[in-house]
C-alpha cells in the first residue's frame, strides 16, 4: 500500500489546483450572467433569458463545485475512513438537479413568450454581448474539462461539462437571434429557447445518473480493467491468480481490494511481503492516489498447471501455460477453480 506521506505533496498540490479551477469557475460565471442579464434586459428576449437563467445555475453550482473541492480535498479520518471525496458526487448530482430545474423555468417563460407575442428589440447589441459572453464560456469549460480529467476531479468535470453546454446554448441563441433579425419571425426567439430547455434537460439527467453510480459504487469497468492490465504483467513466479476484485472511487482516492493466490506452503510473513509489494507496483503504475488491499489465499496445490513456480515442494501436476487474467475470473467472489 502507497505510504500516504509519499503522496502527501503531490495531493496537496492538486487540491490547491482544484480549488484554485474552482475559485475562477465561481468569478468568471458571475461576470457572465451579469453580461447576459444586461443582454436581456436590452432585447426582451426570451433565448437570451434562457441563457441568462442557465447561468444562474452556473453561479450556483459554481459555489456548491468550490465548496465541495473544499471538503473533498480533507483528509480521511476515523469518521471518514476512505476521505470525503465523495462530496464531489453529491455537488455533480446537484449541478444536474440545478439544470433540470432551469429547464422547466425556461419551458415556463417559452409558454408565456407564446401567449403574450413579446417583440425583441436591440438585437444588434445584444447578439455582441452574449457572442463575446459565449466564447468566455467555451474557454472556461475546456479549462475546467481539462484540469478535472488531469486531477481527476468529477466536479470540476461536471461543472467544465456544464459551462459547455451553456456555450452550445449560446450558439443556438445567436443563430436563433440572427435568423429573426433576418427573417422577422417573431415565434423564432422562444422556439430557439425551447431547445436550449430540452438539451439542458437532457445535461441534467445524465449528469444525475453518472452521479448516483458513483455514490452507490457503480463497477468501473475502466478502472477494473486498467488494474488487471497492470496485474497481469505481475502474475507469476508464486503471485498465481487474483480474484474477488473491487474497486470504489472517492473523489480522487481510490480504494482496491482483491484476493491473491499464493503457494500455500509460504509463511505468512512471506506472503504479507509479496502482497504488500505487488500493491506498491500497482498503485503507482496506475499513478492514482489510494490503496490496494490484497487478501492472501492458500493454492491447495489446485493450481499447479497455471503456477510457473519453479521451486515448488508440492506441486501435483507440471506448468502447461499461465492464462491471461480476464474480469470475469478475476471480479468472481469466490476462488476460480481452473478446468
Same mark, same amino acid.
Given at each position: 500500500?502507497?505510504?500516504?506521506?509519499?503522496?502527501?505533496?503531490?495531493?496537496?498540490?492538486?487540491?490547491?489546483?482544484?480549488?484554485?479551477?474552482?475559485?475562477?469557475?465561481?468569478?468568471?460565471?458571475i461576470?457572465?450572467l451579469?453580461?447576459?442579464?444586461?443582454?436581456?434586459?436590452?432585447?426582451?428576449?426570451?433565448?437570451i433569458?434562457?441563457?441568462?437563467?442557465?447561468?444562474?445555475?452556473?453561479?450556483?453550482?459554481?459555489?456548491?463545485?468550490?465548496?465541495?473541492?473544499?471538503?473533498?480535498?480533507?483528509?480521511?479520518?476515523?469518521?471518514?475512513?476512505?476521505?470525503?471525496?465523495?462530496?464531489?458526487?453529491?455537488?455533480?448530482?446537484?449541478?444536474?438537479?440545478?439544470?433540470?430545474?432551469?429547464?422547466?423555468?425556461?419551458?415556463?417563460?417559452?409558454?408565456?413568450?407564446l401567449?403574450?407575442?413579446?417583440? +425583441? *428589440?436591440?438585437?444588434?447589441? &445584444? /447578439? %455582441?454581448?452574449?457572442?463575446?459572453?459565449? $466564447?468566455? =464560456?467555451?474557454? !472556461? @469549460?475546456?479549462?475546467?474539462?481539462?484540469?478535472?480529467?488531469?486531477?481527476?476531479?468529477?466536479?470540476?468535470?461536471?461543472?467544465?461539462?456544464?459551462?459547455?453546454?451553456?456555450?452550445?446554448?449560446?450558439?443556438?441563441?445567436v443563430?436563433g437571434?440572427?435568423?429573426?433579425?433576418?427573417?422577422?419571425?417573431?415565434?423564432?426567439?422562444?422556439?430557439v429557447?425551447?431547445?436550449?430547455?430540452?438539451?439542458?434537460?437532457?445535461?441534467?439527467?445524465?449528469? +444525475? *445518473?453518472?452521479?448516483?453510480? &458513483? /455514490? %452507490?459504487?457503480?463497477?468501473?469497468?475502466? $478502472?477494473l =480493467?486498467?488494474? !488487471? @492490465?497492470?496485474?497481469?504483467?505481475?502474475?507469476?513466479?508464486?503471485?498465481?491468480?487474483?480474484h474477488?476484485?473491487?474497486?470504489?472511487?472517492?473523489?480522487?482516492?481510490?480504494?482496491?481490494?482483491?484476493?491473491?493466490?499464493?503457494?500455500?506452503?509460504?509463511?505468512?510473513?512471506?506472503?504479507?511481503?509479496?502482497?504488500?509489494?505487488?500493491?506498491?507496483?500497482?498503485?503507482?503504475?496506475?499513478?492514482?492516489?489510494?490503496?490496494?488491499?490484497?487478501?492472501?489465499?492458500?493454492?491447495?496445490?489446485?493450481?499447479?498447471?497455471?503456477?510457473?513456480?519453479?521451486?515448488?515442494?508440492?506441486?501435483?501436476e507440471?506448468?502447461?501455460?499461465?492464462?491471461?487474467?480476464?474480469?470475469?475470473?478475476?471480479?468472481?467472489?469466490?476462488?476460480p477453480?481452473?478446468?
Open positions: 500500500m502507497i505510504d500516504p506521506m509519499t503522496l502527501g505533496g503531490s495531493m496537496s498540490e492538486d487540491s490547491g489546483v482544484r480549488v484554485r479551477a474552482g475559485a475562477i469557475s465561481l468569478v468568471v460565471s461576470l457572465l451579469a453580461a447576459k442579464y444586461q443582454a436581456y434586459r436590452l432585447t426582451g428576449s426570451i433565448a433569458l434562457s441563457d441568462a437563467l442557465e447561468s444562474i445555475v452556473n453561479v450556483v453550482a459554481a459555489i456548491f463545485a468550490l465548496g465541495g473541492i473544499i471538503f473533498a480535498g480533507r483528509p480521511a479520518d476515523r469518521n471518514h475512513p476512505y476521505g470525503h471525496g465523495k462530496i464531489e458526487f453529491f455537488s455533480a448530482a446537484f449541478e444536474g438537479g440545478l439544470i433540470a430545474f432551469a429547464a422547466v423555468l425556461i419551458l415556463y417563460e417559452v409558454v408565456l413568450s401567449v403574450v407575442r413579446l417583440q +425583441v *428589440r436591440e438585437l444588434d447589441t &445584444g /447578439l %455582441l454581448i452574449i457572442s463575446g459572453a459565449g $466564447l468566455a =464560456n467555451l474557454a !472556461l @469549460g475546456l479549462f475546467l474539462v481539462r484540469t478535472g480529467r488531469k486531477h481527476q476531479s468529477l466536479t470540476l468535470l461536471a461543472d467544465g461539462q456544464h459551462v459547455l453546454s451553456d456555450f452550445w446554448t449560446t450558439v443556438g441563441v443563430v437571434l440572427l435568423l429573426v433579425r433576418v427573417t422577422g419571425i417573431w415565434w423564432l426567439d422562444p422556439l429557447a425551447a431547445v436550449v430547455a430540452v438539451n439542458l434537460m437532457w445535461t441534467g439527467f445524465r449528469l +444525475v *445518473r453518472h452521479a448516483a453510480g &458513483g /455514490l %452507490l459504487d457503480e463497477e468501473d469497468t475502466l $478502472l =480493467n486498467r488494474l !488487471l @492490465g497492470v496485474l497481469g504483467r505481475h502474475v507469476g513466479q508464486g503471485i498465481i491468480r487474483v474477488h476484485l473491487r474497486a470504489i472511487r472517492a473523489g480522487r482516492f481510490h480504494h482496491v481490494d482483491a484476493h491473491l493466490v499464493v503457494p500455500e506452503f509460504w509463511s505468512v510473513d512471506r506472503a504479507h511481503e509479496v502482497a504488500e509489494d505487488l500493491a506498491d507496483r500497482v498503485i503507482r503504475a496506475l499513478g492514482v492516489d489510494g490503496e490496494l488491499i490484497f487478501h492472501t489465499d492458500p493454492c491447495h496445490r489446485a493450481y499447479c498447471p497455471m503456477c510457473d513456480l519453479t521451486d515448488c515442494p508440492v506441486r501435483r507440471p506448468f502447461r501455460a499461465r492464462p491471461p487474467l480476464t474480469l470475469e475470473e478475476a471480479v468472481q467472489p469466490d476462488m477453480h481452473p478446468s
